[in-house]
């Protein structure tokens, strides 16, 4: 089930509350002023842009809307219960047989169990169904692999353009030399675009990439653990051996709270 991962929102506004309280108790409500500087942000935003669409195609342009949305949204992944409609399903297909699970395939969600389960109903091999199965796995990685890149490409271009906006201030500062009080003044505006391109890289772009990773590894363990499900029920796995093959995925505190239930319902 889809929903909002205030964590990413959180995350930004935090980072740059800090940047802003830094500002203000050395320089007061002025000098917040003085780190709004429009050319350093075109530098920094143009560049950016430029480089992101002279490295990718348009057909990959297009998703980065979709790509920066899934960085705000999480799943609520429950495993328990996921294991637990792999023990149903398996406990029917040794009362009824595999051909008996098809009816029942409306109730699940998942379209990634639908497939597995098809699969095994239609007599296929354990390790076909699973080489079938990986296979997407490994395509749905190399999708958000792509989408990803956009993100990590941007991660490096900023710091880059922030750079290259800062030797630009300095060539134009080296132009005032014969008068010295400009010097401090010009030097700071150099800074600005380095500064606009580290912030960007390092609390929106980097962080974001490195949550969406994350978040196809946590797709990719799900889909391992529907895979193993889906193989135990094709092969006619008892139940509750099922049960305790797929519950070695779950984490410490899974496996606790899952034996204190077992416990309350043996009481």
């Known amino acids: 089930m889809k929903k909002i991962d205030i964590t990413t929102p959180i995350g930004i506004v935090v980072g740059f509350i800090v940047l802003l309280l830094a500002v203000l108790s050395?320089?007061?409500p002025s000098g917040l002023i003085f780190f709004i500087q429009v050319a350093s942000i075109l530098i920094v935003i143009g560049g950016?842009?430029?480089?992101?669409?002279?490295?990718?195609?348009?057909?990959?342009?297009?998703?980065?809307?979709?790509?920066?949305?899934?960085?705000?949204?999480?799943?609520?992944?429950?495993?328990?219960?996921?294991?637990?409609t792999f023990v149903d399903l398996s406990g029917k297909?040794?009362?009824?047989?595999?051909?008996?699970?098809?009816?029942?395939?409306?109730?699940?969600?998942?379209?990634?169990?639908?497939?597995?389960?098809?699969l095994a109903v239609d007599g296929i091999e354990p390790d076909v169904i699973k080489?079938?199965?990986?296979?997407?796995v490994v395509a749905m990685e190399e999708r958000h692999r792509k989408g990803r890149a956009v993100l990590e490409k941007a991660g490096e271009y900023?710091?880059?353009?922030?750079?290259?906006?800062?030797?630009?201030?300095?060539?134009?500062?080296?132009?005032?030399?014969n008068d010295p009080a400009t010097l401090g003044p010009n030097m700071a505006v150099a800074l600005l675009t380095t500064l606009y391109g580290t912030v960007l890289a390092n609390l929106?772009?980097?962080?974001m990439a490195s949550k969406l990773s994350n978040k196809t590894d946590?797709?990719?363990?799900?889909?391992?653990i529907i895979i193993e499900g889906v193989?135990?029920?094709?092969?006619?796995?008892?139940?509750?051996?099922?049960?305790e093959k797929l519950s070695a995925f779950l984490s410490s505190k899974d496996k606790i709270i899952e034996e204190n239930l077992g416990e309350t319902y043996e009481a």
């Open 93 to 118: 297909a040794r009362r009824e047989g595999l051909l008996a699970l098809e009816a029942g395939l409306d109730d699940v969600e998942d379209p990634f169990i639908k497939k597995g389960i098809l």
């Open 231 to 243: 193989i135990g029920v094709q092969s006619g796995q008892n139940p509750k051996v099922l049960q």
């Open 204 to 207: 929106v772009f980097i962080p």
């Open 158 to 177: 900023a710091p880059a353009w922030g750079m290259i906006g800062t030797l630009v201030g300095l060539v134009l500062m080296l132009q005032n030399l």
């Open 26 to 28: 050395n320089s007061g």
């Open 48 to 84: 950016l842009i430029a480089g992101i669409v002279i490295n990718f195609s348009m057909v990959e342009l297009k998703v980065v809307p979709k790509v920066l949305m899934e960085s705000f949204r999480g799943e609520n992944h429950d495993l328990r219960k996921l294991i637990d």
């Open 218 to 224: 946590e797709e990719v363990f799900i889909k391992q």
């Open 131 to 136: 080489d079938i199965m990986m296979a997407e």
